[in-house]
């Protein structure tokens, strides 16, 4: 029983990943079988704690969020949860030794969300190290179980990538974030003036972590490179969307790529990787 609980348990995991994202879901799907309930239960624990913030409007944001921290180490010391989602993490942080440092750090960004509203250029630094690149390393662990070495080669390029995901997060979501939650993730920049240079320097910024980012990519393990470099190419296809627009547009429009253009992506990222001209 302890087994079909555990498998139930990571099952909850994979469903919360395909019904969340795509693009995320899309590149799981690419990894060695054996990589990716671990891979679903970080996504999972990870995305429960983000709707917290920004979802359950009618709750006690900040009570939930004690209880989810709460709950998260309990597990973790006692591995076990009858919250399948946090079940299914704590197996996976216990398995591959993630580092608690990066659950703390995680859970500090997420509790930033509750408070802040506008971010200095160190804040903005530490909210984006919690919220996604720690995030990336904690997949990092999974992919180089027991290869302290090799784990340490790809921290940066890892990194970098979450920077990347997350700042592209902000400029898509830049509406919502802004109109809808009043707050301002780009230090120095006020929407009300929000400028052509503004945004291009903002997508240069960017771009230079995705370049970073692929020189990780192209080192990683093949059992997991291509599904990596695919939820990459997404992201950058979102940038290349955005770099089209102007300011004012990207103010009053959340921009997605199309689940068509994902799926020629997906093929020329295969046919890439393939040719080993990833």
Not at 173 to 191: C, H, L, Q, W
Not at 196 to 224: C, H, M, S, W, Y
Request: proline share 2%; hydrophobic share 40%.
């Amino acid at each position: 029983m302890d087994k079909l609980y555990d498998n139930n348990a990571f099952d909850c995991s994979r469903i919360t990943a395909n019904n969340y994202s795509t693009s995320f879901s899309f590149g799981i799907k690419l990894f060695k079988r054996k990589y990716r309930p671990a891979i679903y239960a970080i996504y999972g624990f990870v995305r429960f704690a983000d709707e917290i913030v920004d979802t359950f409007h009618d709750q006690n944001k900040k009570k939930l969020l004690d209880k989810l921290r709460e709950d998260t180490w309990q597990a973790i010391e006692t591995g076990f949860s009858s919250n399948p989602i946090l079940h299914s993490f704590q197996k996976v942080v216990n398995e591959y030794r993630i580092d608690r440092e990066y659950i703390e750090a995680f859970l500090h960004s997420m509790e930033m969300d509750l408070t802040f509203k506008t971010f200095n250029t160190e804040e903005i630094k530490e909210y984006i190290y919690g919220s996604a690149e720690v995030v990336g390393l904690m997949c990092l662990r999974v992919f180089y179980k027991g290869s302290e070495k090799k784990f340490d080669e790809l921290v940066y390029p890892a990194r970098k990538l979450g920077e990347a995901f997350q700042k592209v997060n902000f400029l898509r979501d830049i509406s919502a974030d802004y109109f809808g939650k009043n707050r301002i993730y780009f230090p120095g920049v006020e929407f009300e003036n929000f400028t052509e240079e503004q945004k291009k320097a903002i997508e240069n910024d960017i771009t230079f972590d995705f370049a970073e980012a692929k020189k990780g990519i192209r080192k990683l393990n093949p059992d997991v490179r291509l599904g990596v470099f695919l939820a990459y190419t997404y992201y950058l296809e979102l940038l290349e969307k955005i770099r089209k627009t102007t300011p004012r547009e990207i103010l009053q429009k959340r921009y997605r790529v199309s689940d068509f253009t994902k799926i020629v992506l997906l093929v020329n990222a295969w046919g890439r990787y393939i040719l080993g001209k990833i």
